[in-house]
């Protein structure tokens, strides 16, 4: 299957310090990418919608401002924790969909762990 | 989005079959169903999607009834490796945007024991 790669995969930083976490499809094109947040013993949550060359859309509860999401290109879309606080800790995973003719797969990258100190 | 229920936990032994159900009564007419797995502090993996009838690849089936309101994720001979979270989404694979989002319910955590 498609390969999307996450950098770094683990993180530690001061609080109020900023953090951007890269999102990459490696083998595909991704025109939109996802970005979710996954704290212990917890599904999956959805963030925001990435799509190339225009603004994310978020979830809502999910501040723009702080969870900056750019999608420059159709191999890489990145978020950016700005003011980076203890409660942000948690582990970001992202997801590219690979298109085909009949169907739509969306693949995972293997996640970021970001601990705020 | 169609909401999925699934059972919160199984048990299994190594070499038995594991059967995980799913319902989503109210999935569309142009939702597919994808399950994942997930091992902790890792990205979810695809396992296999389907659309209806039965679906199978090198790991996995997938059994869908004809009214689709809940599928059967089947893993043969499971072993000690294949224990992990498993999670069913339905969605429209065609659909653009954000619509293509996926909703994660709470998955079923499978442990194959010894």
């Known amino acids: 299957g498609a390969v999307v790669s996450q950098h770094p995969s683990r993180v530690i930083c001061k609080s109020g310090t900023s953090v951007k976490i890269e999102c990459r499809s490696l083998d595909f094109q991704a025109t939109t990418m996802f970005w979710y947040r996954q704290f212990p013993k917890q599904s999956l949550m959805l963030m925001a919608t990435?799509?190339?060359?225009?603004?994310?859309?978020?979830e809502q509860g999910v501040e723009k401002d702080k969870f900056l999401i750019n999608h420059a290109s159709l191999t890489l879309s990145t978020l950016t924790v700005t003011s980076a606080h203890p409660e942000d800790s948690s582990f970001y995973i992202c997801?590219?969909?690979?298109?085909?003719?009949?169907?739509?797969?969306?693949?995972f990258g293997p996640g970021t762990r970001l601990t705020v100190l | 989005l169609a909401k999925t229920t699934q059972p919160i936990s199984m048990d299994s032994y190594e070499g038995q079959e594991v059967n995980i159900t799913c319902s989503h009564n109210?999935?569309?007419?142009?939702?597919?169903i994808t399950w994942y797995q997930q091992f902790p502090s890792q990205g979810p993996r695809f396992i296999i999607q389907?659309?209806?009838t039965k679906v199978t690849n090198e790991v996995a089936s997938l059994f869908i009834p004809a009214d689709r309101k809940s599928s059967t994720l089947s893993l043969p001979r499971v072993s000690l490796s294949d224990t992990a979270v498993y999670y069913c989404l339905v969605g429209d694979p065609f659909s653009s945007g954000s619509a293509r989002q996926l909703t994660f319910g709470s998955g079923t955590q499978l442990t194959v024991l010894p």
């Open positions: 997801s590219a969909r690979e298109g085909g003719a009949f169907t739509d797969t969306q693949y």
């Open positions: 389907g659309y209806k």
């Open positions: 990435s799509n190339e060359g225009s603004k994310a859309t978020y």
């Open positions: 109210n999935i569309a007419t142009n939702d597919y």
